[in-house]
């Protein structure tokens, strides 16, 4: 295409070009000016300003990319500055950015760059691959007033989300070279607006046969946003009830959308085809999961299985089998709503306010309380089970629900179950009353109501305060157990539509804090 070779003369005569691009740390994207300085000296091609070693790699893929477009590498001395000097650069966003500072420096395009941002991968035939993060990055690019990025086709539709913005997509370093010579301009991409959630669920509740309370308390859950325990017998549906609560969670907001896909695009895990999460995520990791895949971790930190699971549901099941200090890191990012990960290369905080859903036998032989089949485990090993939930963590669960059995008659009962569309229905309309109940504040649920805040947000009446009052004394509740007591029983009175905390909430709320006591007790 372009034969061009850079001949200095004598003198010291240089080149200079300056582009900018985008970085990304943890969940953070930054500013970053390609910088670069063409000048007489020894043939060499240099990348300075904290870069790793991908970043450094990629000197071999534009030499190559260079090539591929008939364009010979400058013989001079090339250095490349990626400013600010003292933040490291990873991965292999800014090769799109490098290679378009090279063409500037050679004095090989016509049109400014000026307010434009360039991020993506450049391959050896010239091919501009995916990458990771452009949501965040593109989202900062608004902020600073950046007119239009460039980024490649397959992220195109993600980075299109953000409205304001001219997103060019771009398959190979061809259309770059075309587009900035005015000789094939590129049209900015359309702007994806995204569909709504479609609940058309495989997994329905109603499905599920008998087990009306449980699936009361679960409703109950997703209304609130509370953490619950399911425990029971093999068999008894714990599994398959938490598999469809998908099915009755309340729809994403535009804001929280943003937020989880932000987590999952860091992470890699959008799809051309669906740039932007549209429901809840459910996320259900296997017991074996090591405590950096749960919380998160890596040389440079990535979100864990809580992260990915913010804005939606963690499904942890066989709760007892996962290791005990795995489960334990849990219990802060449970009450602060995020997860800080401190490595040499810097500090990184995800967000993750997540319902967790737990299930789980009551003992290695999971028949321990079973009303018909006997345990024929010790009591040693069913207190070494159980133990392996720590009262703490035991105690950050809003409702422990007890899956009883199924029985003959439910299972061969002709009657249809009521479908998870009724359900999410009534969780809808409680979420609305929580709407209303928190505007103006950073709460969205009454699970994350802050303790300041109880006593405005859920006033009891006289019969309410005395039952509360007694539940106290006898259980010898927490004042954590107590907050989240409260917080439960408000979600029951808003999905009875009622505005004060009432005598009956308050006990129905105080049923689903007794398994401790049943099991853990002994």
């Avoid at 509740?205 to 679960?218: I, T």
């Avoid at 998870?420 to 109940?437: L, N, T």
Wanted: glycine letters at 6%; proline letters at 6%; aromatic letters at 6%.
């Amino acid at each position: 295409c372009y034969n061009v070779c850079i001949l200095l003369h004598h003198g010291g005569d240089s080149m200079f070009a300056k582009i900018s691009s985008l970085g990304l740390f943890g969940l953070n994207a930054f500013p970053v000016d390609v910088e670069i300085d063409i000048s007489r000296g020894n043939p060499q091609f240099d990348i300075v300003g904290l870069p790793d070693t991908v970043v450094k790699e990629s000197r071999e893929r534009i030499r190559a990319a260079l090539r591929s477009c008939s364009i010979s590498f400058p013989v001079a001395s090339v250095m490349v500055n990626l400013a600010p000097a003292d933040t490291r650069k990873s991965g292999s966003v800014h090769d799109m950015a490098i290679f378009m500072a090279v063409l500037e420096a050679m004095r090989l395009i016509d049109v400014p760059t000026d307010g434009c941002s360039f991020i993506g991968e450049i391959s050896l035939n010239g091919d501009i691959r995916r990458i990771n993060g452009v949501l965040p990055m593109v989202m900062l690019a608004r902020e600073l007033g950046i007119r239009s990025v460039f980024v490649p086709n397959d992220n195109a539709a993600e980075a299109s989300v953000i409205d304001g913005i001219d997103i060019y997509a771009v398959s190979n370093a061809e259309e770059l070279i075309l587009h900035f010579r005015n000789e094939k301009k590129l049209s900015p991409a359309p702007h994806f607006a995204p569909p709504d959630a479609a609940y058309n669920e495989v997994l329905d509740f109603s499905d599920v046969r008998g087990q009306q309370s449980a699936k009361k308390a679960l409703e109950i859950a997703a209304a609130g946003g509370h953490n619950a325990l399911l425990i029971g017998s093999p068999g008894s549906g714990k599994s398959m009830l938490a598999k469809r609560m998908p099915s009755i969670l309340p729809p994403l907001t535009f804001e929280e959308a943003l937020e989880t896909t932000k987590i999952h695009s860091i992470s890699g895990l959008l799809s051309p085809e669906m740039p932007i999460i549209t429901k809840r995520p459910f996320r259900s990791p296997h017991h074996t999961i090591s405590a950096a895949g749960l919380a998160g971790g890596g040389t440079i930190p990535h979100p864990g299985e809580v992260s990915l699971a913010h804005n939606g549901l963690l499904f942890l099941d066989e709760l007892a089998e996962f290791d005990r200090k795995t489960l334990e890191i849990l219990r802060q990012p449970l009450e602060d709503r995020k997860v800080t990960i401190a490595r040499a290369s810097g500090t990184v905080t995800y967000p993750c306010t997540i319902m967790l859903i737990g299930a789980m036998n009551p003992c290695p032989c999971g028949y321990y309380g079973h009303p018909k089949r006997k345990c024929i485990c010790s009591k040693q090993k069913v207190s070494a089970y159980l133990s392996k939930i720590s009262g703490p963590l035991l105690d950050r669960f809003d409702l422990h629900i007890e899956v009883a059995p199924v029985e003959f008659d439910d299972l061969s009962s002709k009657v249809k179950e009521e479908s998870s569309a009724s359900i999410r229905e009534r969780v809808i309309a409680a979420r609305k009353i929580q709407e209303q109940r928190f505007k103006g504040t950073a709460i969205t649920c009454n699970a994350l109501i802050t303790p300041d805040k109880l006593q405005e947000f859920c006033p009891m009446d006289d019969g309410a305060e005395k039952i509360m009052h007694s539940v106290f004394d006898r259980l010898g509740l927490s004042a954590r157990a107590y907050d989240r007591i409260l917080k439960v029983a408000r979600t029951i009175a808003d999905i009875d539509g009622s505005e004060v905390i009432r005598k009956p909430h308050v006990a129905a709320a105080a049923q689903f804090r007794s398994l401790d006591r049943k099991y853990w007790s002994e």
